[in-house]
């Protein structure tokens, strides 16, 4: 059974920072690749960024490059999002997923991860 639970969410001032956490468990992650993604209200789900469990690859949404950072703990087995000069429009619930990916890279789409968390939620005031 897999489990991904998220922590770190909350209300933070414009231009503040937040890191958002991730713990996995329930199997092997190592053919996996991690994401975050994050829901506004009367919104579509959309990427944030991911990491592959094993290897250097990442990859971020325009919107964030620059100010947020996607990392992973191998032996907590953890990820992170680190998210710094927060904007009001980063406001949204974020999720953690984890998707089987056997390609190079990671995958950006939604429908390709099959475990989700349960979602934190994320409120940055102006």
């Known amino acids: 059974q897999v489990q991904l639970v998220e922590s770190g969410g909350g209300l933070v001032q414009a231009g503040g920072s937040l890191r958002l956490s991730c713990a996995a468990s329930?199997?092997?992650?190592?053919?996996?690749?991690m994401g975050w993604f994050r829901q506004a209200p009367g919104k579509e789900r959309e990427f944030v960024a991911a990491?592959?469990?094993?290897?250097?690859?990442?990859n971020y949404a325009d919107s964030v490059k620059g100010r947020f950072t996607i990392s992973r703990d191998n032996g907590k087995n953890t990820v992170y999002l680190q998210m710094n000069s927060l904007k009001p429009e980063d406001t949204a619930v974020y999720y953690c997923?984890?998707?089987?990916?056997?390609?190079?890279?990671?995958?950006?789409?939604?429908?390709?991860?099959?475990?989700w968390g349960q979602g934190t939620q994320v409120t940055v005031s102006s």
């Open positions: 990491i592959r469990w094993s290897g250097p690859s990442t």
């Open positions: 329930g199997r092997t992650f190592s053919n996996y690749v």
């Open positions: 997923a984890a998707a089987s990916w056997q390609h190079s890279g990671v995958v950006t789409t939604v429908i390709a991860y099959k475990f």
